[in-house]
């Protein structure tokens, strides 16, 4: 991933596809903004260790939807994957 021109560290892509992993798994989470608040709660640390992640600090909704569009994923497809089967 490109770097931020504000100096800023990029999130691990890693991190980024895996809760993308989440979100179409767990029916609990009903959008990014949402999942982004609830996995930077302590009682989710069994995700955030899936994650790979230490703390609480989690990656914005803004930097899902980033990593959405570098890889050319629509509202649409995403809404589709969503759907339960």
């Known amino acids: ?6 100096g800023r560290k990029p999130w691990d892509a ?11 798994t767990r029916p609990e989470f009903i ?3 949402q999942m ?3 996995l930077s709660k302590a009682k989710h640390q ?7 992640i230490t703390g609480t600090k989690v990656p914005s909704h803004e930097a899902l939807s980033r990593f959405c569009t570098l890889l050319s994923i629509s509202d649409d497809t995403i809404n589709e994957l969503s759907k339960p089967f």
Do not use: G
């Open 1 to 6: 991933m490109r770097t931020d021109p504000r």
């Open 14 to 24: 890693v991190i980024l596809f895996r809760m993308h992993i989440l979100f179409f």
């Open 31 to 33: 959008s990014f903004r």
């Open 36 to 38: 982004c608040k609830e």
């Open 46 to 52: 069994d995700y955030r260790n899936f994650l790979c």
